[in-house]
């Protein structure tokens, strides 16, 4: 490679598709082999990713005071969840892990508030440990939450007996122990143990701490610092994120957490920007997070509420650049179940006074027919005013789809919330790759790009047999027709089906994707999967925008 010029090597996994991909900075298309040395990375992948669907799924949920009921509907529900999983035909392959909201509140691990901070009294709190715990243990919570616990879970051994803390199954095996019983509405007997799993660990409790932090928590069970949730995130399956609580995120930023302090003053004179400790902390999320045509440390209805600019909660694109760091944006998918409809959607903000707490101190958000949300069947289900995940989910949903949501006060939709998400192609096979930028050209015309065949072992090394660039009509087809889920198009099969080998494509992003700027896919004869024990690597020259004069265009 030309001297002066460095290189950086950027990788993904993608479900069926196990490669590395060399970004060089240089302005030249010289042949991708000799721009392109073998790269190392680890790697595991096989062509039976193609039939086999991986999943892993982690379940964040609020573990504060107002949740039990909440909780009790959620891991109800699960029981139609798992069967979408392990119907027959489309058996998927999947970790299923719990994890809570609570990640504490103190600035550093030996630096305690002067008062209590109640069950905000830790540093870290649960730190998004893995939840392999039965919610018969759980010493912490209200009446409430021990009674869903002893109707919902049957006996305490129903938990991970490989020393992992999540849930696995794949075609009837699981590392639960199994509960034969006759189903009535099948005539037949079946296996609940995998069920009851889900109600002891997914009851996680509500003695948690009352700062919410769902996204801090999903960062924290997902970014490898805990060696008890070694072995839940693999590389080559799709995330599934569900956030459930009933409130909106506080997940401070490490560098203001001296702002969680519990003492409090009265502040009485209306003040759009009052302090942080003119307010209880739990409510001090949503009053240091918004800025209203009208005070908040007042009460009554707040109108044109927007995020504050000096907010000090992390903001939401900071953990979308976490997911997307640990896996292409194909490969995740976010399904809430919390208020709705969100501040910015027409949800209310209404503050109102604790009549047993004088002051600004004792303001809190209202509850009944005023509150963020109010179940249509039961009025006693209710959630608070909620902005932050919204704008998280317009963050991560691409263009043309739906966001994956239901609102946490209609508990009988849980259900089909989360069942419906589970035939949508993030958690599927994909067949079109992601590539950051568009390749370089040969003068031919051709992308500047390697394609080929590997052992899994072996990912990055290179390919013994380069494939060719398919011919127009099929690269316009792929380019034109999103493939279904794992399987393409009729389109793209009749377009391609005159191929006499296997061939790539490099296709446009879709429309208004601004994550990337190409896509790449394979097509084989008679749309087949590839060589048994193999997995495909792509390696392509790409243009360095930022110092050429003349990007190519893209294909």
């Given at each position: 490679m030309a001297s002066g010029f460095g290189s950086i090597v950027a990788r993904y996994r993608r479900l069926g598709f196990g490669w590395s991909l060399l970004l060089l900075l240089g302005c030249t298309a010289e042949p991708v082999a000799t721009l392109c040395p073998v790269v190392s990375s680890n790697g595991e992948q096989s062509s039976d990713s193609f039939r086999r669907r991986k999943l892993d799924v982690l379940f964040v949920i609020d573990n504060t005071g107002s949740m039990a009921a909440k909780q009790q509907a959620l891991v109800a529900s699960l029981q139609a969840f798992l069967g979408v999983l392990d119907v027959e035909g489309h058996q998927t392959d999947y970790h299923m892990g719990f994890a809570t909201t609570d990640v504490g509140s103190w600035v550093s691990p030996e630096q305690p508030w002067t008062m209590t901070a109640g069950a905000c009294d830790s540093f870290a709190g649960d730190d998004g440990i893995l939840q392999a715990v039965s919610c018969l243990d759980r010493k912490s919570g209200s009446a409430a939450a021990a009674q869903a616990c002893s109707s919902l879970c049957p006996n305490r051994r129903f938990l991970p007996m490989d020393g992992t803390s999540f849930l696995s199954g794949y075609r009837g095996f699981h590392n639960v122990p199994s509960a034969m019983e006759f189903d009535p509405k099948t005539g037949t007997t079946v296996d609940r143990g995998p069920e009851y799993a889900l109600r002891c660990m997914g009851l996680v409790g509500d003695g948690g701490c009352g700062l919410s932090s769902p996204l801090e928590a999903m960062k924290r069970a997902l970014d490898g610092h805990r060696p008890e949730n070694r072995g839940f995130l693999r590389e080559d399956a799709s995330l599934m994120v569900v956030i459930v609580t009933d409130k909106d995120d506080c997940s401070v930023q490490t560098a203001r957490r001296a702002e969680n302090d519990p003492h409090t003053r009265n502040c009485t004179s209306p003040d759009s920007d009052a302090a942080a400790d003119c307010f209880d902390p739990a409510f001090r999320c949503l009053a240091r997070n918004l800025r209203c045509a009208e005070p908040l440390n007042t009460a009554g209805p707040k109108t044109g509420c927007q995020v504050r600019t000096d907010s000090y909660l992390e903001p939401e694109q900071n953990y979308v650049g976490f997911l997307r760091t640990i896996k292409p944006r194909q490969n995740f998918t976010i399904i809430g179940l919390w208020p709705e409809p969100s501040v910015n959607g027409g949800g209310p903000v209404v503050v109102v006074q604790d009549p047993k707490i004088a002051g600004s101190a004792g303001l809190r958000t209202a509850g009944g027919a005023q509150a963020g949300c109010q179940s249509s069947l039961d009025p006693n289900i209710v959630g608070q005013p909620q902005l932050r995940l919204n704008r998280l989910m317009s963050l991560v949903t691409r263009p043309g789809e739906p966001p994956w949501t239901g609102s946490i006060c209609e508990p009988q939709?849980?259900?089909?919330?989360?069942?419906?998400?589970?035939?949508?192609?993030?958690?599927?096979?994909?067949?079109?790759?992601?590539?950051?930028?568009?390749?370089?050209?040969?003068?031919?015309?051709?992308?500047?790009?390697?394609?080929?065949?590997?052992?899994?072992?072996?990912?990055?090394?290179?390919?013994?047999?380069?494939?060719?660039?398919?011919?127009?009509?099929?690269?316009?087809?792929?380019?034109?027709?999103?493939?279904?889920?794992?399987?393409?198009?009729?389109?793209?099969?009749?377009?391609?089906?005159?191929?006499p080998e296997s061939c790539y494509c490099i296709v446009s992003p879709e429309s208004g994707d601004s994550w990337t700027k190409a896509r790449y896919g394979v097509w084989r004869p008679r749309n087949a999967e590839g060589p048994p024990g193999t997995s495909v690597n792509i390696r392509c020259a790409m243009q360095n925008e930022s110092t050429c004069m003349n990007p190519p265009e893209s294909p």
């Open positions: 939709d849980y259900r089909s919330v989360l069942t419906s998400q589970i035939a949508y192609p993030p958690i599927c096979h994909l067949l079109l790759g992601d590539l950051p930028q568009i390749p370089l050209r040969h003068q031919d015309g051709t992308p500047a790009c390697m394609i080929g065949d590997v052992d899994w072992n072996t990912p990055d090394a290179v390919p013994a047999r380069a494939m060719p660039v398919c011919g127009s009509p099929c690269c316009d087809a792929m380019d034109k027709k999103q493939p279904r889920c794992g399987f393409w198009s009729d389109e793209v099969v009749s377009a391609c089906a005159s191929e």
